[in-house]
């Protein structure tokens, strides 16, 4: 199974694949929105599932042991790091889109762009965090604040097109909206499960 740095290098290549694709697609010359729209929603689903990987790892660790849930634990940093290279591939994009046409993007923005950007700021946060010197210069306390944060945030920007979607009765955002709400649900039955060893404990 891969591991570690190989995932990011795999995530790369894809990434690097899918944009070479998607923009130099033909027809791609004489209106490039399509391609770029499409890249954008790749971005967005690659993240997703790397996300909703890392989002469960501990948890499902927790509660169902088993190679796969071990390999999620183990490789958490590195799918972590390959969802903000996807996430970066999905800002890039939005820009392409935006000099596409500066004045109707513009009209386009409102407080999901607030939100998006604070995402943005949280998940630089936590990449630069990530790597042994600027974790110990935060300190524990601190970088599980920082973390925690920054994952629920992620939760809540991936939870906004999809939810919004669910409720209008688009039928595919179903899926991503269920194992969004589903893994969060495994996280609460997690928490719960430790909280009634440390009562039985003390
Ligand atoms: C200010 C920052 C952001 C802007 C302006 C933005 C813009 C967009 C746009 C224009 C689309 C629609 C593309 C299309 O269907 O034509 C989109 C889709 C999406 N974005 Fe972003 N985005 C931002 C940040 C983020 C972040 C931080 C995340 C998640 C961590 C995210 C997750 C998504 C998702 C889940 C979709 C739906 C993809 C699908 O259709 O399956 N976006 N974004």
């Known amino acids: 199974m891969l591991r570690r740095w190989a995932l ?7 990434l ?16 490039p ?10 971005t967005a689903r690659l993240s ?14 927790k509660l169902a042991p088993s190679r796969p849930s071990r390999w999620a ?4 940093r590195h799918l972590g790091l ?31 762009t607030v939100g998006g950007l604070t995402t943005y700021l949280l998940m630089m946060l936590m990449v630069v965090t990530s790597f042994d010197g600027p974790t110990r210069w935060l300190g524990r306390k601190r970088w599980r604040i920082l973390h925690s944060a920054g994952m629920y945030m992620l939760a809540l920007t991936f939870l906004d097109p ?7 009765g688009v039928g595919l955002a179903v899926l991503p909206t269920v194992l969004l ?13 430790r909280a009634k060893v440390i009562a039985r404990s003390s």
């Open 8 to 14: 990011v290098g795999w995530a790369a290549a894809a």
């Open 16 to 31: 690097a694949a899918a944009s070479a694709l998607t923009l130099a697609a033909p027809g791609a010359g004489d209106d």
């Open 33 to 42: 929105e399509p391609g770029i729209r499409a890249l954008i929603r790749f």
């Open 48 to 61: 997703l599932g790397l996300f909703l990987v890392v989002f469960a790892a501990s948890s499902w660790q």
């Open 73 to 76: 634990v183990q490789n958490r």
């Open 82 to 112: 390959a969802m903000a290279l996807s996430q970066l591939v999905h800002a890039m994009a939005i820009l392409m889109l935006a000099n596409l046409d500066p004045a109707r993007f513009r009209r386009g923005l409102g407080l999901g």
């Open 162 to 168: 999809y939810g919004v979607r669910t409720a209008r």
């Open 181 to 193: 709400l589903g893994v969060r649900a495994l996280r609460l039955a997690a928490r719960r499960g």
